[in-house]
């Protein structure tokens, strides 16, 4: 029952999304129905929380490189190729002062 309930959990609610009250909350439901024992409950709380934080920081890294590709494709500079022309354009202001 209580490897059916995280997989129930992990595959039914975009875990990345999940906020500890949120989890807590569906957590103590079981808890409350007699389906998981109060430790029980604990130990799925918190390594849901942290495979919530695991999801998270892969979707973040996914994303970043979903964007990065498309900025590419679409040939659009990003803020650090910006930055280096910007300091080219500085130093080439600077020497014709000179």
């Known amino acids: 029952m209580f490897d059916l309930i995280k997989k129930t959990m992990l595959a ?6 999940m906020t500890r009250e949120k989890i807590e909350e569906t ?14 409950g604990k130990e799925i709380v918190e390594e849901l929380i942290e495979k919530s934080k695991t999801a998270k920081k892969d979707l973040e890294e996914k994303i970043e490189k979903i964007v990065t590709k498309s900025l590419k494709k679409l040939n659009i500079p990003t803020r650090d190729e ?6 080219k354009i500085e130093r080439l202001e600077k020497s014709e002062d000179e």
Request: proline content about 0%; charged content about 40%; glycine content about 12%.
């Open 12 to 17: 039914g609610v975009g875990l990345a999304a």
């Open 27 to 40: 957590i103590d439901e079981f808890v409350k129905k007699g389906k998981l024992s109060e430790k029980e």
């Open 82 to 87: 910006l930055t280096e022309i910007k300091k």
